[in-house]
T-cell receptor, first 111, second 111 residues
Framework: NAGVTQTPKFQVLKTGQSMTLQCAQD?????MSWYRQDPGMGLRLIHY???????DQGEVPNGYNVSRSTTEDFPLRLLSAAPSQTSVYFC??????????FGPGTRLTVL | GQQVMQIPQYQHVQEGEDFTTYCNSS?????IQWYKQRPGGHPVFLIQ?????EVKKQKRLTFQFGEAKKNSSLHITATQTTDVGTYFC???????????FGQGTTLQVKP
């Protein structure tokens, strides 16, 4: 099993550009989540999903969209990138309320 | 909304000293999880506590869940340089799949 995979590993965007961060898991986990990590702020939940076709907002959802058309994939879309979205983004998956498995992260810089 | 506070933010100890990090939630939790993140890495699951007053041990690590299920602690006995990293607590407020992380405690160990 590959576990949780994320692409790209690094990305530089200009303000106003859009992009999609990809996340996939092969463990048949129902739950998937996106977090951003900034110094001193810990991990903040952006959006999460409890199953295919179901998504909900986390603590900091503004400026991000998600969809969950399959169990395996949970892409995160930045609609119009802003410098405040410079961060490290982690995707995670789990069985119901159990141990979360994290991907390696995407390091995003918005200029 | 649900908030999880963690203290201290940083801790520097001499190798062999003990270390404790504390976690407090604004709401009653259905469970609490602890993760460790090494520098440059992703969070890795350590343990989950579910029952009120629960205590679990993993070698030199002791985890406690408060009686009211609103606080938790992680205690490391006789720290080693391999304990270096950031320790996060994270809680589920209810059966929603929404896991909220504390800000983390970064542990530095001087040999």
């Amino acid at each position: 099993n590959a576990g949780v995979t994320q692409t790209p590993k690094f990305q530089v965007l200009k303000t106003g550009q859009s992009m999609t961060l990809q996340c996939a898991q092969d463990m048949n986990h129902e739950y998937m989540s996106w977090y951003r990590q900034d110094p001193g702020m810990g991990l903040r939940l952006i959006h999460y999903s409890v199953g295919a076709g179901i998504t909900d907002q986390g603590e900091v959802p503004n400026g991000y969209n998600v969809s969950r058309s399959t169990t395996e994939d949970f892409p995160l879309r930045l609609l119009s990138a802003a410098p405040s979205q410079t961060s490290v983004y982690f995707c995670a998956s789990s069985k119901h309320n159990n141990e979360q498995f994290f991907g390696p992260g995407t390091r995003l810089t918005v200029l | 909304g649900q908030q999880v506070m963690q203290i201290p933010q940083y801790q520097h100890v001499q190798e062999g000293e003990d270390f404790t990090t504390y976690c407090n939630s604004s709401t009653t939790l259905s469970n609490i999880q602890w993760y460790k993140q090494r520098p440059g890495g992703h969070p890795v699951f350590l343990i989950q506590l579910v029952k009120s007053g629960e205590v679990k041990k993993q070698k030199r690590l002791t985890f406690q869940f408060g009686e009211a299920k609103k606080n938790s602690s992680l205690h490391i006995t006789a720290t080693q340089t391999t304990d270096v990293g950031t320790y996060f607590c994270a809680g589920h407020a209810s059966n929603t799949g929404k896991l909220i992380f504390g800000q983390g405690t970064t542990l530095q160990v001087k040999p």
